[in-house]
C-alpha cells in the first residue's frame, strides 16, 4: 500500500433507501470546501462486479458517463464533474469488479511476492491505493468518496472496511458522513427517525461511527429531531445537518452552507478556511437565477430508455438533460423537457404533428434498432418544418440517414447497425469495431473518450465555439461511411466538423438559409457542459429554440 501525502479523505455513504441523493450530496460537500479555497477532488465506489458501467443497462443503472480519458463510469461521476468544474478521470472511479480484477493480475504477476492473498486486507489495500492515485492524478487535498448502496449491504462491506482501515491509520484526516432518510408516514403525520437509527447502527457495526449525519426528509428537520439523533447516534446536535427535499438541486450546497457543513467539516479535519472565494459567489448567483427563470423553452426529447415498469425515468439523459438547462438558465429561460418515446412515432398514424408544439427537437444517443424509423420520421419531420433540431451521437448518425433516405433519393440508407445487409450503409462500422464485435470484445471497446476535431469557417458550430478546432468526448462504434461523404455534401448537408486527418465526420449541419438549426454532432458535448459554462453547441441550440418560440 503506498501512502499518499497528508490529505483529508471524506466518506459519502448512504442509509435506509437509494436515491437519498449521495451524489448530489458528495457533490456539494466537495463544492464547498472547494469555495474554502481548498484543491478538492471527488470519487465514486460503485459496488457491482461489472468493471465499468458501460455494458449496463441505462434504463437499470442510469446514464452512462464518459471521462475525458475515455473511462464508462456513472452518473453521479457527472454531477462531480459539474458542481467541481473539472474534468475527472478513471481513476476517479471503480467497481468491486475492477478492484478484483487489478488484485488478481497482480497476484498473476507474483506482485505480492509469494504471500496467501486474502479478500482483508488486499482488497481494502488496493482501493486505498487506488483513492491516493487519485488524488495524486488530481493534486487534490481533500478527497470526497462516495460509496454505491446502502449501508447494511453485502455489497459494499469491504469498501466500508477499506474506509475503517484508513481511519485507524490515519484518524484526524478521515472523516464520515451519512446521508439518510427520515420517512413522514402519511397516517402517522410524524417525521420517524428510527430507521436512520438502525442504520447508523449498521455502520457502527461496520467499525464506523459517522462524523455527520445529513438527515433528507420532505421538510426541515426541527430541533426535537436533531436531538433525538443526536442522542441516539452518538453525535453532537450540530452535526445533524438538515436535507429537506427542494425544487432545485443547485440550492442543496447553499442549504448546506445555511448550516455551516463546509466550516464544520474543516474545523473536525482540523483545517482552516482560506476564505470564500469568487466561484461561491458565480454559484450562488447561478442557482438564484436558476430558481428565478419561470418563461419556458420546450423541447422534446426523443428517446427509447425512458420506461421501467410502470415508471418513466429520465436518468438515462441526465448530463443532457443538465446541459439544456444550464443553457437556458444562461438565456434567462426555463428548459421545459418532454420525454417523447421513439416507437410512438413508427407507423402511417404517427402524431408527428403535435412536434410543431416544440420550440427544439433533441434526439440523444442509442444502440440497437428498436424505435429506429419512429426516430427518422421525427427527424424528417424537424426538418422539414424547420423546427431546430440537435442530434448528438446516434441522433447524428440518424439525421445522416434520414437526410440520404429522403434528400438523396437512397430509400434503404441505414446504418450497419440497424440492417447489415442494405445496399447503402451511410452509416458503417468504424475500423478496429469489427473485430471487436466478431471477437466478443465489448466491455470498454468502443471510440472512448476525448478526440479534436477541426471545424469549417462560418458554419454553425465553428461560429457557435468561436474556435477552429475543439476536444470532445466520445462512445461509439459506428460511423459516417467515407464513401458517402462526396454524395451527401453535395446534396447540402455540411461536414462541419472533422477528425484532423479529415477522414471521420464529427459534426453535421444544415445551412442557415435552408433550416434554422439542424446540427448533429457525433460526439457527446453534454459531458462538457457545466453550470457556469454552458456549452457553446447546446447554447445555440437553445438559442434557435427560444426564436422558435417568439415566432409561434
Ligand atoms: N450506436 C451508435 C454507435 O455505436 C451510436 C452510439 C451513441 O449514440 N452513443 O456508433
Redesign the pocket.
Known amino acids: 500500500m503506498t501512502k499518499g501525502k497528508t490529505r483529508k479523505y471524506i466518506f459519502v455513504v448512504g442509509g435506509v433507501i437509494s436515491g437519498v441523493g449521495k451524489g448530489v450530496t458528495t457533490s456539494s460537500i466537495g463544492l464547498l470546501l472547494q469555495s474554502h479555497g481548498y484543491r478538492v477532488t471527488a470519487m465514486k465506489i460503485d459496488p457491482y462486479v461489472n468493471v465499468d458501467a458501460g455494458t449496463m443497462n441505462p434504463t437499470e443503472h442510469g446514464e452512462v458517463f464518459v471521462t475525458k480519458d475515455g473511462d464508462e463510469t456513472d452518473q453521479d461521476m457527472g454531477n462531480y464533474e459539474r458542481f467541481l468544474g473539472t474534468s475527472l478521470s478513471r481513476d476517479n472511479y471503480m467497481t468491486t469488479g475492477r478492484v478484483y480484477q487489478s488484485v488478481i493480475q497482480k497476484e498473476r504477476a507474483l506482485a505480492y511476492k509469494g504471500k496467501c492473498v486474502q479478500v482483508v486486507p488486499h482488497i481494502p489495500y488496493e482501493v486505498i491505493d487506488r483513492i491516493n492515485s487519485a488524488c495524486n492524478k488530481a493534486n487534490a487535498e481533500i478527497v470526497v468518496i462516495e460509496v454505491g448502496g446502502t449501508v447494511g449491504e453485502y455489497e459494499n462491506i469491504l469498501f466500508l472496511e477499506t474506509a475503517r482501515m484508513l481511519k485507524i491509520k490515519n484518524p484526524v484526516d478521515v472523516l464520515f458522513a451519512i446521508v439518510s432518510y427520515l420517512p413522514t408516514p402519511s397516517k402517522v403525520g410524524e417525521m420517524k427517525t428510527k430507521p436512520t437509527q438502525h442504520a447508523v447502527r449498521a455502520l457502527n457495526s461496520a467499525g464506523i461511527q459517522p462524523d455527520f449525519i445529513i438527515a433528507r426528509s420532505d421538510v426541515a428537520l426541527d430541533a426535537k429531531r436533531k436531538e433525538k439523533l443526536a442522542l441516539f447516534c452518538n453525535v453532537i446536535p450540530e452535526s445533524v445537518i438538515s436535507a429537506p427535499d427542494v425544487d432545485s438541486i443547485y440550492d442543496i450546497p447553499g442549504n448546506f452552507e445555511k448550516d455551516k457543513l463546509g466550516e464544520k467539516i474543516l474545523k473536525r479535519l482540523k483545517l482552516k478556511t482560506r476564505g470564500k472565494n469568487a466561484k461561491w459567489k458565480e454559484w450562488e448567483a447561478f442557482a438564484r437565477k436558476a430558481d428565478r427563470v419561470k418563461d419556458e423553452v420546450r423541447i422534446g426529447v426523443v428517446g427509447k430508455y425512458f420506461d421501467t415498469g410502470d415508471f418513466v425515468l429520465s436518468d438515462s439523459y441526465l448530463s443532457i438533460i443538465e446541459a439544456i438547462k444550464y443553457s437556458a438558465i444562461a438565456q434567462g429561460k426555463k428548459a421545459k423537457l418532454v420525454w417523447l418515446t421513439a416507437s410512438t412515432f413508427e407507423g402511417k398514424k404517427a402524431p408527428l404533428t403535435e412536434l410543431i408544439g416544440f420550440d427544439g427537437i433533441l434526439v440523444p444517443?442509442?444502440?440497437g434498432s428498436r424505435g429506429i424509423e419512429g426516430i427518422l420520421n421525427v427527424i424528417r419531420f424537424a426538418r422539414e418544418h424547420k423546427i431546430p433540431y440537435f442530434g448528438i451521437?446516434?441522433g447524428m448518425?440518424l439525421a445522416v440517414i434520414e437526410y440520404a433516405r429522403n434528400v438523396l433519393g437512397l430509400k434503404d440508407a441505414t446504418s450497419r447497425?440497424i440492417d447489415p445487409k442494405s445496399k447503402h450503409l451511410v452509416i458503417d462500422i468504424m475500423e478496429g469495431q469489427k473485430e471487436n464485435i466478431e471477437k466478443g470484445n465489448l466491455g470498454g471497446s468502443?471510440r472512448l473518450g476525448a478526440y479534436p476535431a477541426v471545424l469549417k469557417k462560418g458554419t454553425i458550430a465553428q461560429k457557435a465555439y468561436g474556435a477552429d478546432k475543439v476536444i470532445e468526448r466520445h462512445?461509439?462504434?459506428?460511423e459516417v461511411n467515407p464513401e458517402y461523404i462526396n454524395m451527401i455534401e453535395a446534396e447540402g448537408l455540411v461536414f462541419s466538423g472533422k477528425s484532423p486527418n479529415g477522414t471521420l465526420m464529427e459534426i453535421a449541419e444544415l445551412p442557415t438559409s435552408v433550416h434554422p438549426f439542424f446540427l448533429g454532432t457525433q460526439f457527446h458535448p453534454e459531458f462538457e457542459a457545466r453550470p457556469l459554462a454552458p456549452h457553446p453547441i447546446f447554447s445555440a441550440f437553445v438559442k434557435a429554440a427560444i426564436t422558435r418560440g417568439k415566432s409561434k
Request: aromatic share 24%; net charge positive; glycine share 16%.
Open positions: 444517443g442509442g444502440f451521437c446516434y448518425q447497425e468502443m462512445r461509439h462504434r459506428f
